[in-house]
């Protein structure tokens, strides 16, 4: 029998170029999101066997509806092998701003709380068997707090020191715990930033590297690399630089600028 990738954002970027790379690897697919159309429709376009891959409707900002997707997947398709929490939103902030308070529940919601539940179902039988792989897609953006971008790279933050958490709770479990950073990735995500993104990389690439790294067992992985370096140089600036650098640097869009 085949392994198995439950993956949420399936229906997008990241997690669309991750299902595809590991259906050519052999492995069968859960695809996870809420818009399940978009995944059927990029199904049948990549002409994908219907008896190896499965599409499951989740919000993961809903705690219940991804808990009962990925029971629904032990169900049909058995224990997976990996599991990606990759389903995120990028939204810009301003704390003055009332309404923006409602997008940082949001944000947290679906990146951080989202994640977690999306694991959830799936500790138990991992363990269990011995074996698997929880990857949680992080963000260079988590490293370091960005101007207009307080949400979003707490998030970012949390999704980093919560993954290494989890890393040292299933130490002796043989469930491999990875955190993956993306740079800049052309995605429908990245598509409206109005500020250059160094080392731009296609979802494509990133997909083969984040593959190989769950495959090697790693631990912790910025892709590509050379944000790796960037990610490192931003840990030991000292703030006054950090700031000076940041300053008027254009901010990510709020969601009342579409
Ligand atoms: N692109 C980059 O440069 C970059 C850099 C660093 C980190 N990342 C991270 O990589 C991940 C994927 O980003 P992307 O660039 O591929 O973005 P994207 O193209 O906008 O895709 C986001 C995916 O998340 C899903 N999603 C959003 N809210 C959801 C919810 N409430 N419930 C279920 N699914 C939800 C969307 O599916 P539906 O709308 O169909 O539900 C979509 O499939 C995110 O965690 C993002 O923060 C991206």
Redesign the pocket.
Known sequence: MSQLIFV????????QALAWRYYQAGYALALV???TD?MQTWATQRGLDPARYQIYS????EVDSIVAAAQLCLQRQGVPDVVIA?????IGMDTAVREDLAVMIRVFA??NV?LAATFHAFIDPMAQRGSGALVG?G???GIRGLPGHGAYCAS?AAVISYCESLRGELRDSGVQVLTIC????D????QKNRYAMPFLMS?DVFADKAFAAIRGGATYRVIPWQMGWVAKGLRVLPNWLFDRVLSGRPRKRRVTEG
Request: net charge positive.
């Open positions: 949420t954002g399936a229906s997008s970027g990241i997690g999101a809420r818009r978009e989740a919000d993961v900002a990759n389903a995120g939103v990028s679906i990146n989202g897609i963000s260079v953006a970012k993306p740079g800049y990735i995605t429908p995500l990245t979802a």
